[in-house]
């Protein structure tokens, strides 16, 4: 692990408050998928290490093992569970690039969520950083921000 994914994680475990509202429409569903799922810490930290290139960005996970979101203006646009599954909202045009390269759409989380498979032997590795940074981008633009 990192200094930095180390220094997240001590905040993420002293901070209880949610920095998403899980009732809004926008995170409901997202919200009612990984609210009782776990997350491994290689997922977690290649997540964590996605997040660096973008700016107002709230990494949570509600105690140690839990899921993991990352969130900017309270929705969510990424998150990390199990031992294999990083997920990013993505606009049209980078949804449909994503799946070309190797992505999955991951519907049960709603029609702009993208599921990735980060430990997969038989593909090339996965630019989380790129991901990331288009589905912060995508949300920034969406709430008039970008």
Sequence with gaps: RTEWSEK?????????????EPTLDVNRKVFDYIKNLH??????????????PCGDVQIFSPDSYRYLT???QGIIFGFATGMDTIAFRLNEKMKAIAI???????????EDWVRFL???ADRP?????????????????SVGLA
């Design 8 to 20: 997240l994680k001590t905040e993420m475990e002293t901070s209880k408050k949610f920095p998403f």
């Design 100 to 110: 070309e390269t190797g992505g999955k759409t991951f519907s049960e989380c709603g």
């Design 118 to 120: 980060p430990f997969r």
């Design 39 to 52: 997350c491994h810490s290689d997922i977690a930290d290649l997540l964590i290490q996605a997040m660096k």
């Design 70 to 72: 990352a969130s900017t």
């Design 125 to 141: 590795k996965i630019d989380f950083e790129f991901w990331a940074l288009k589905a912060y981008v995508n949300i920034r633009e």
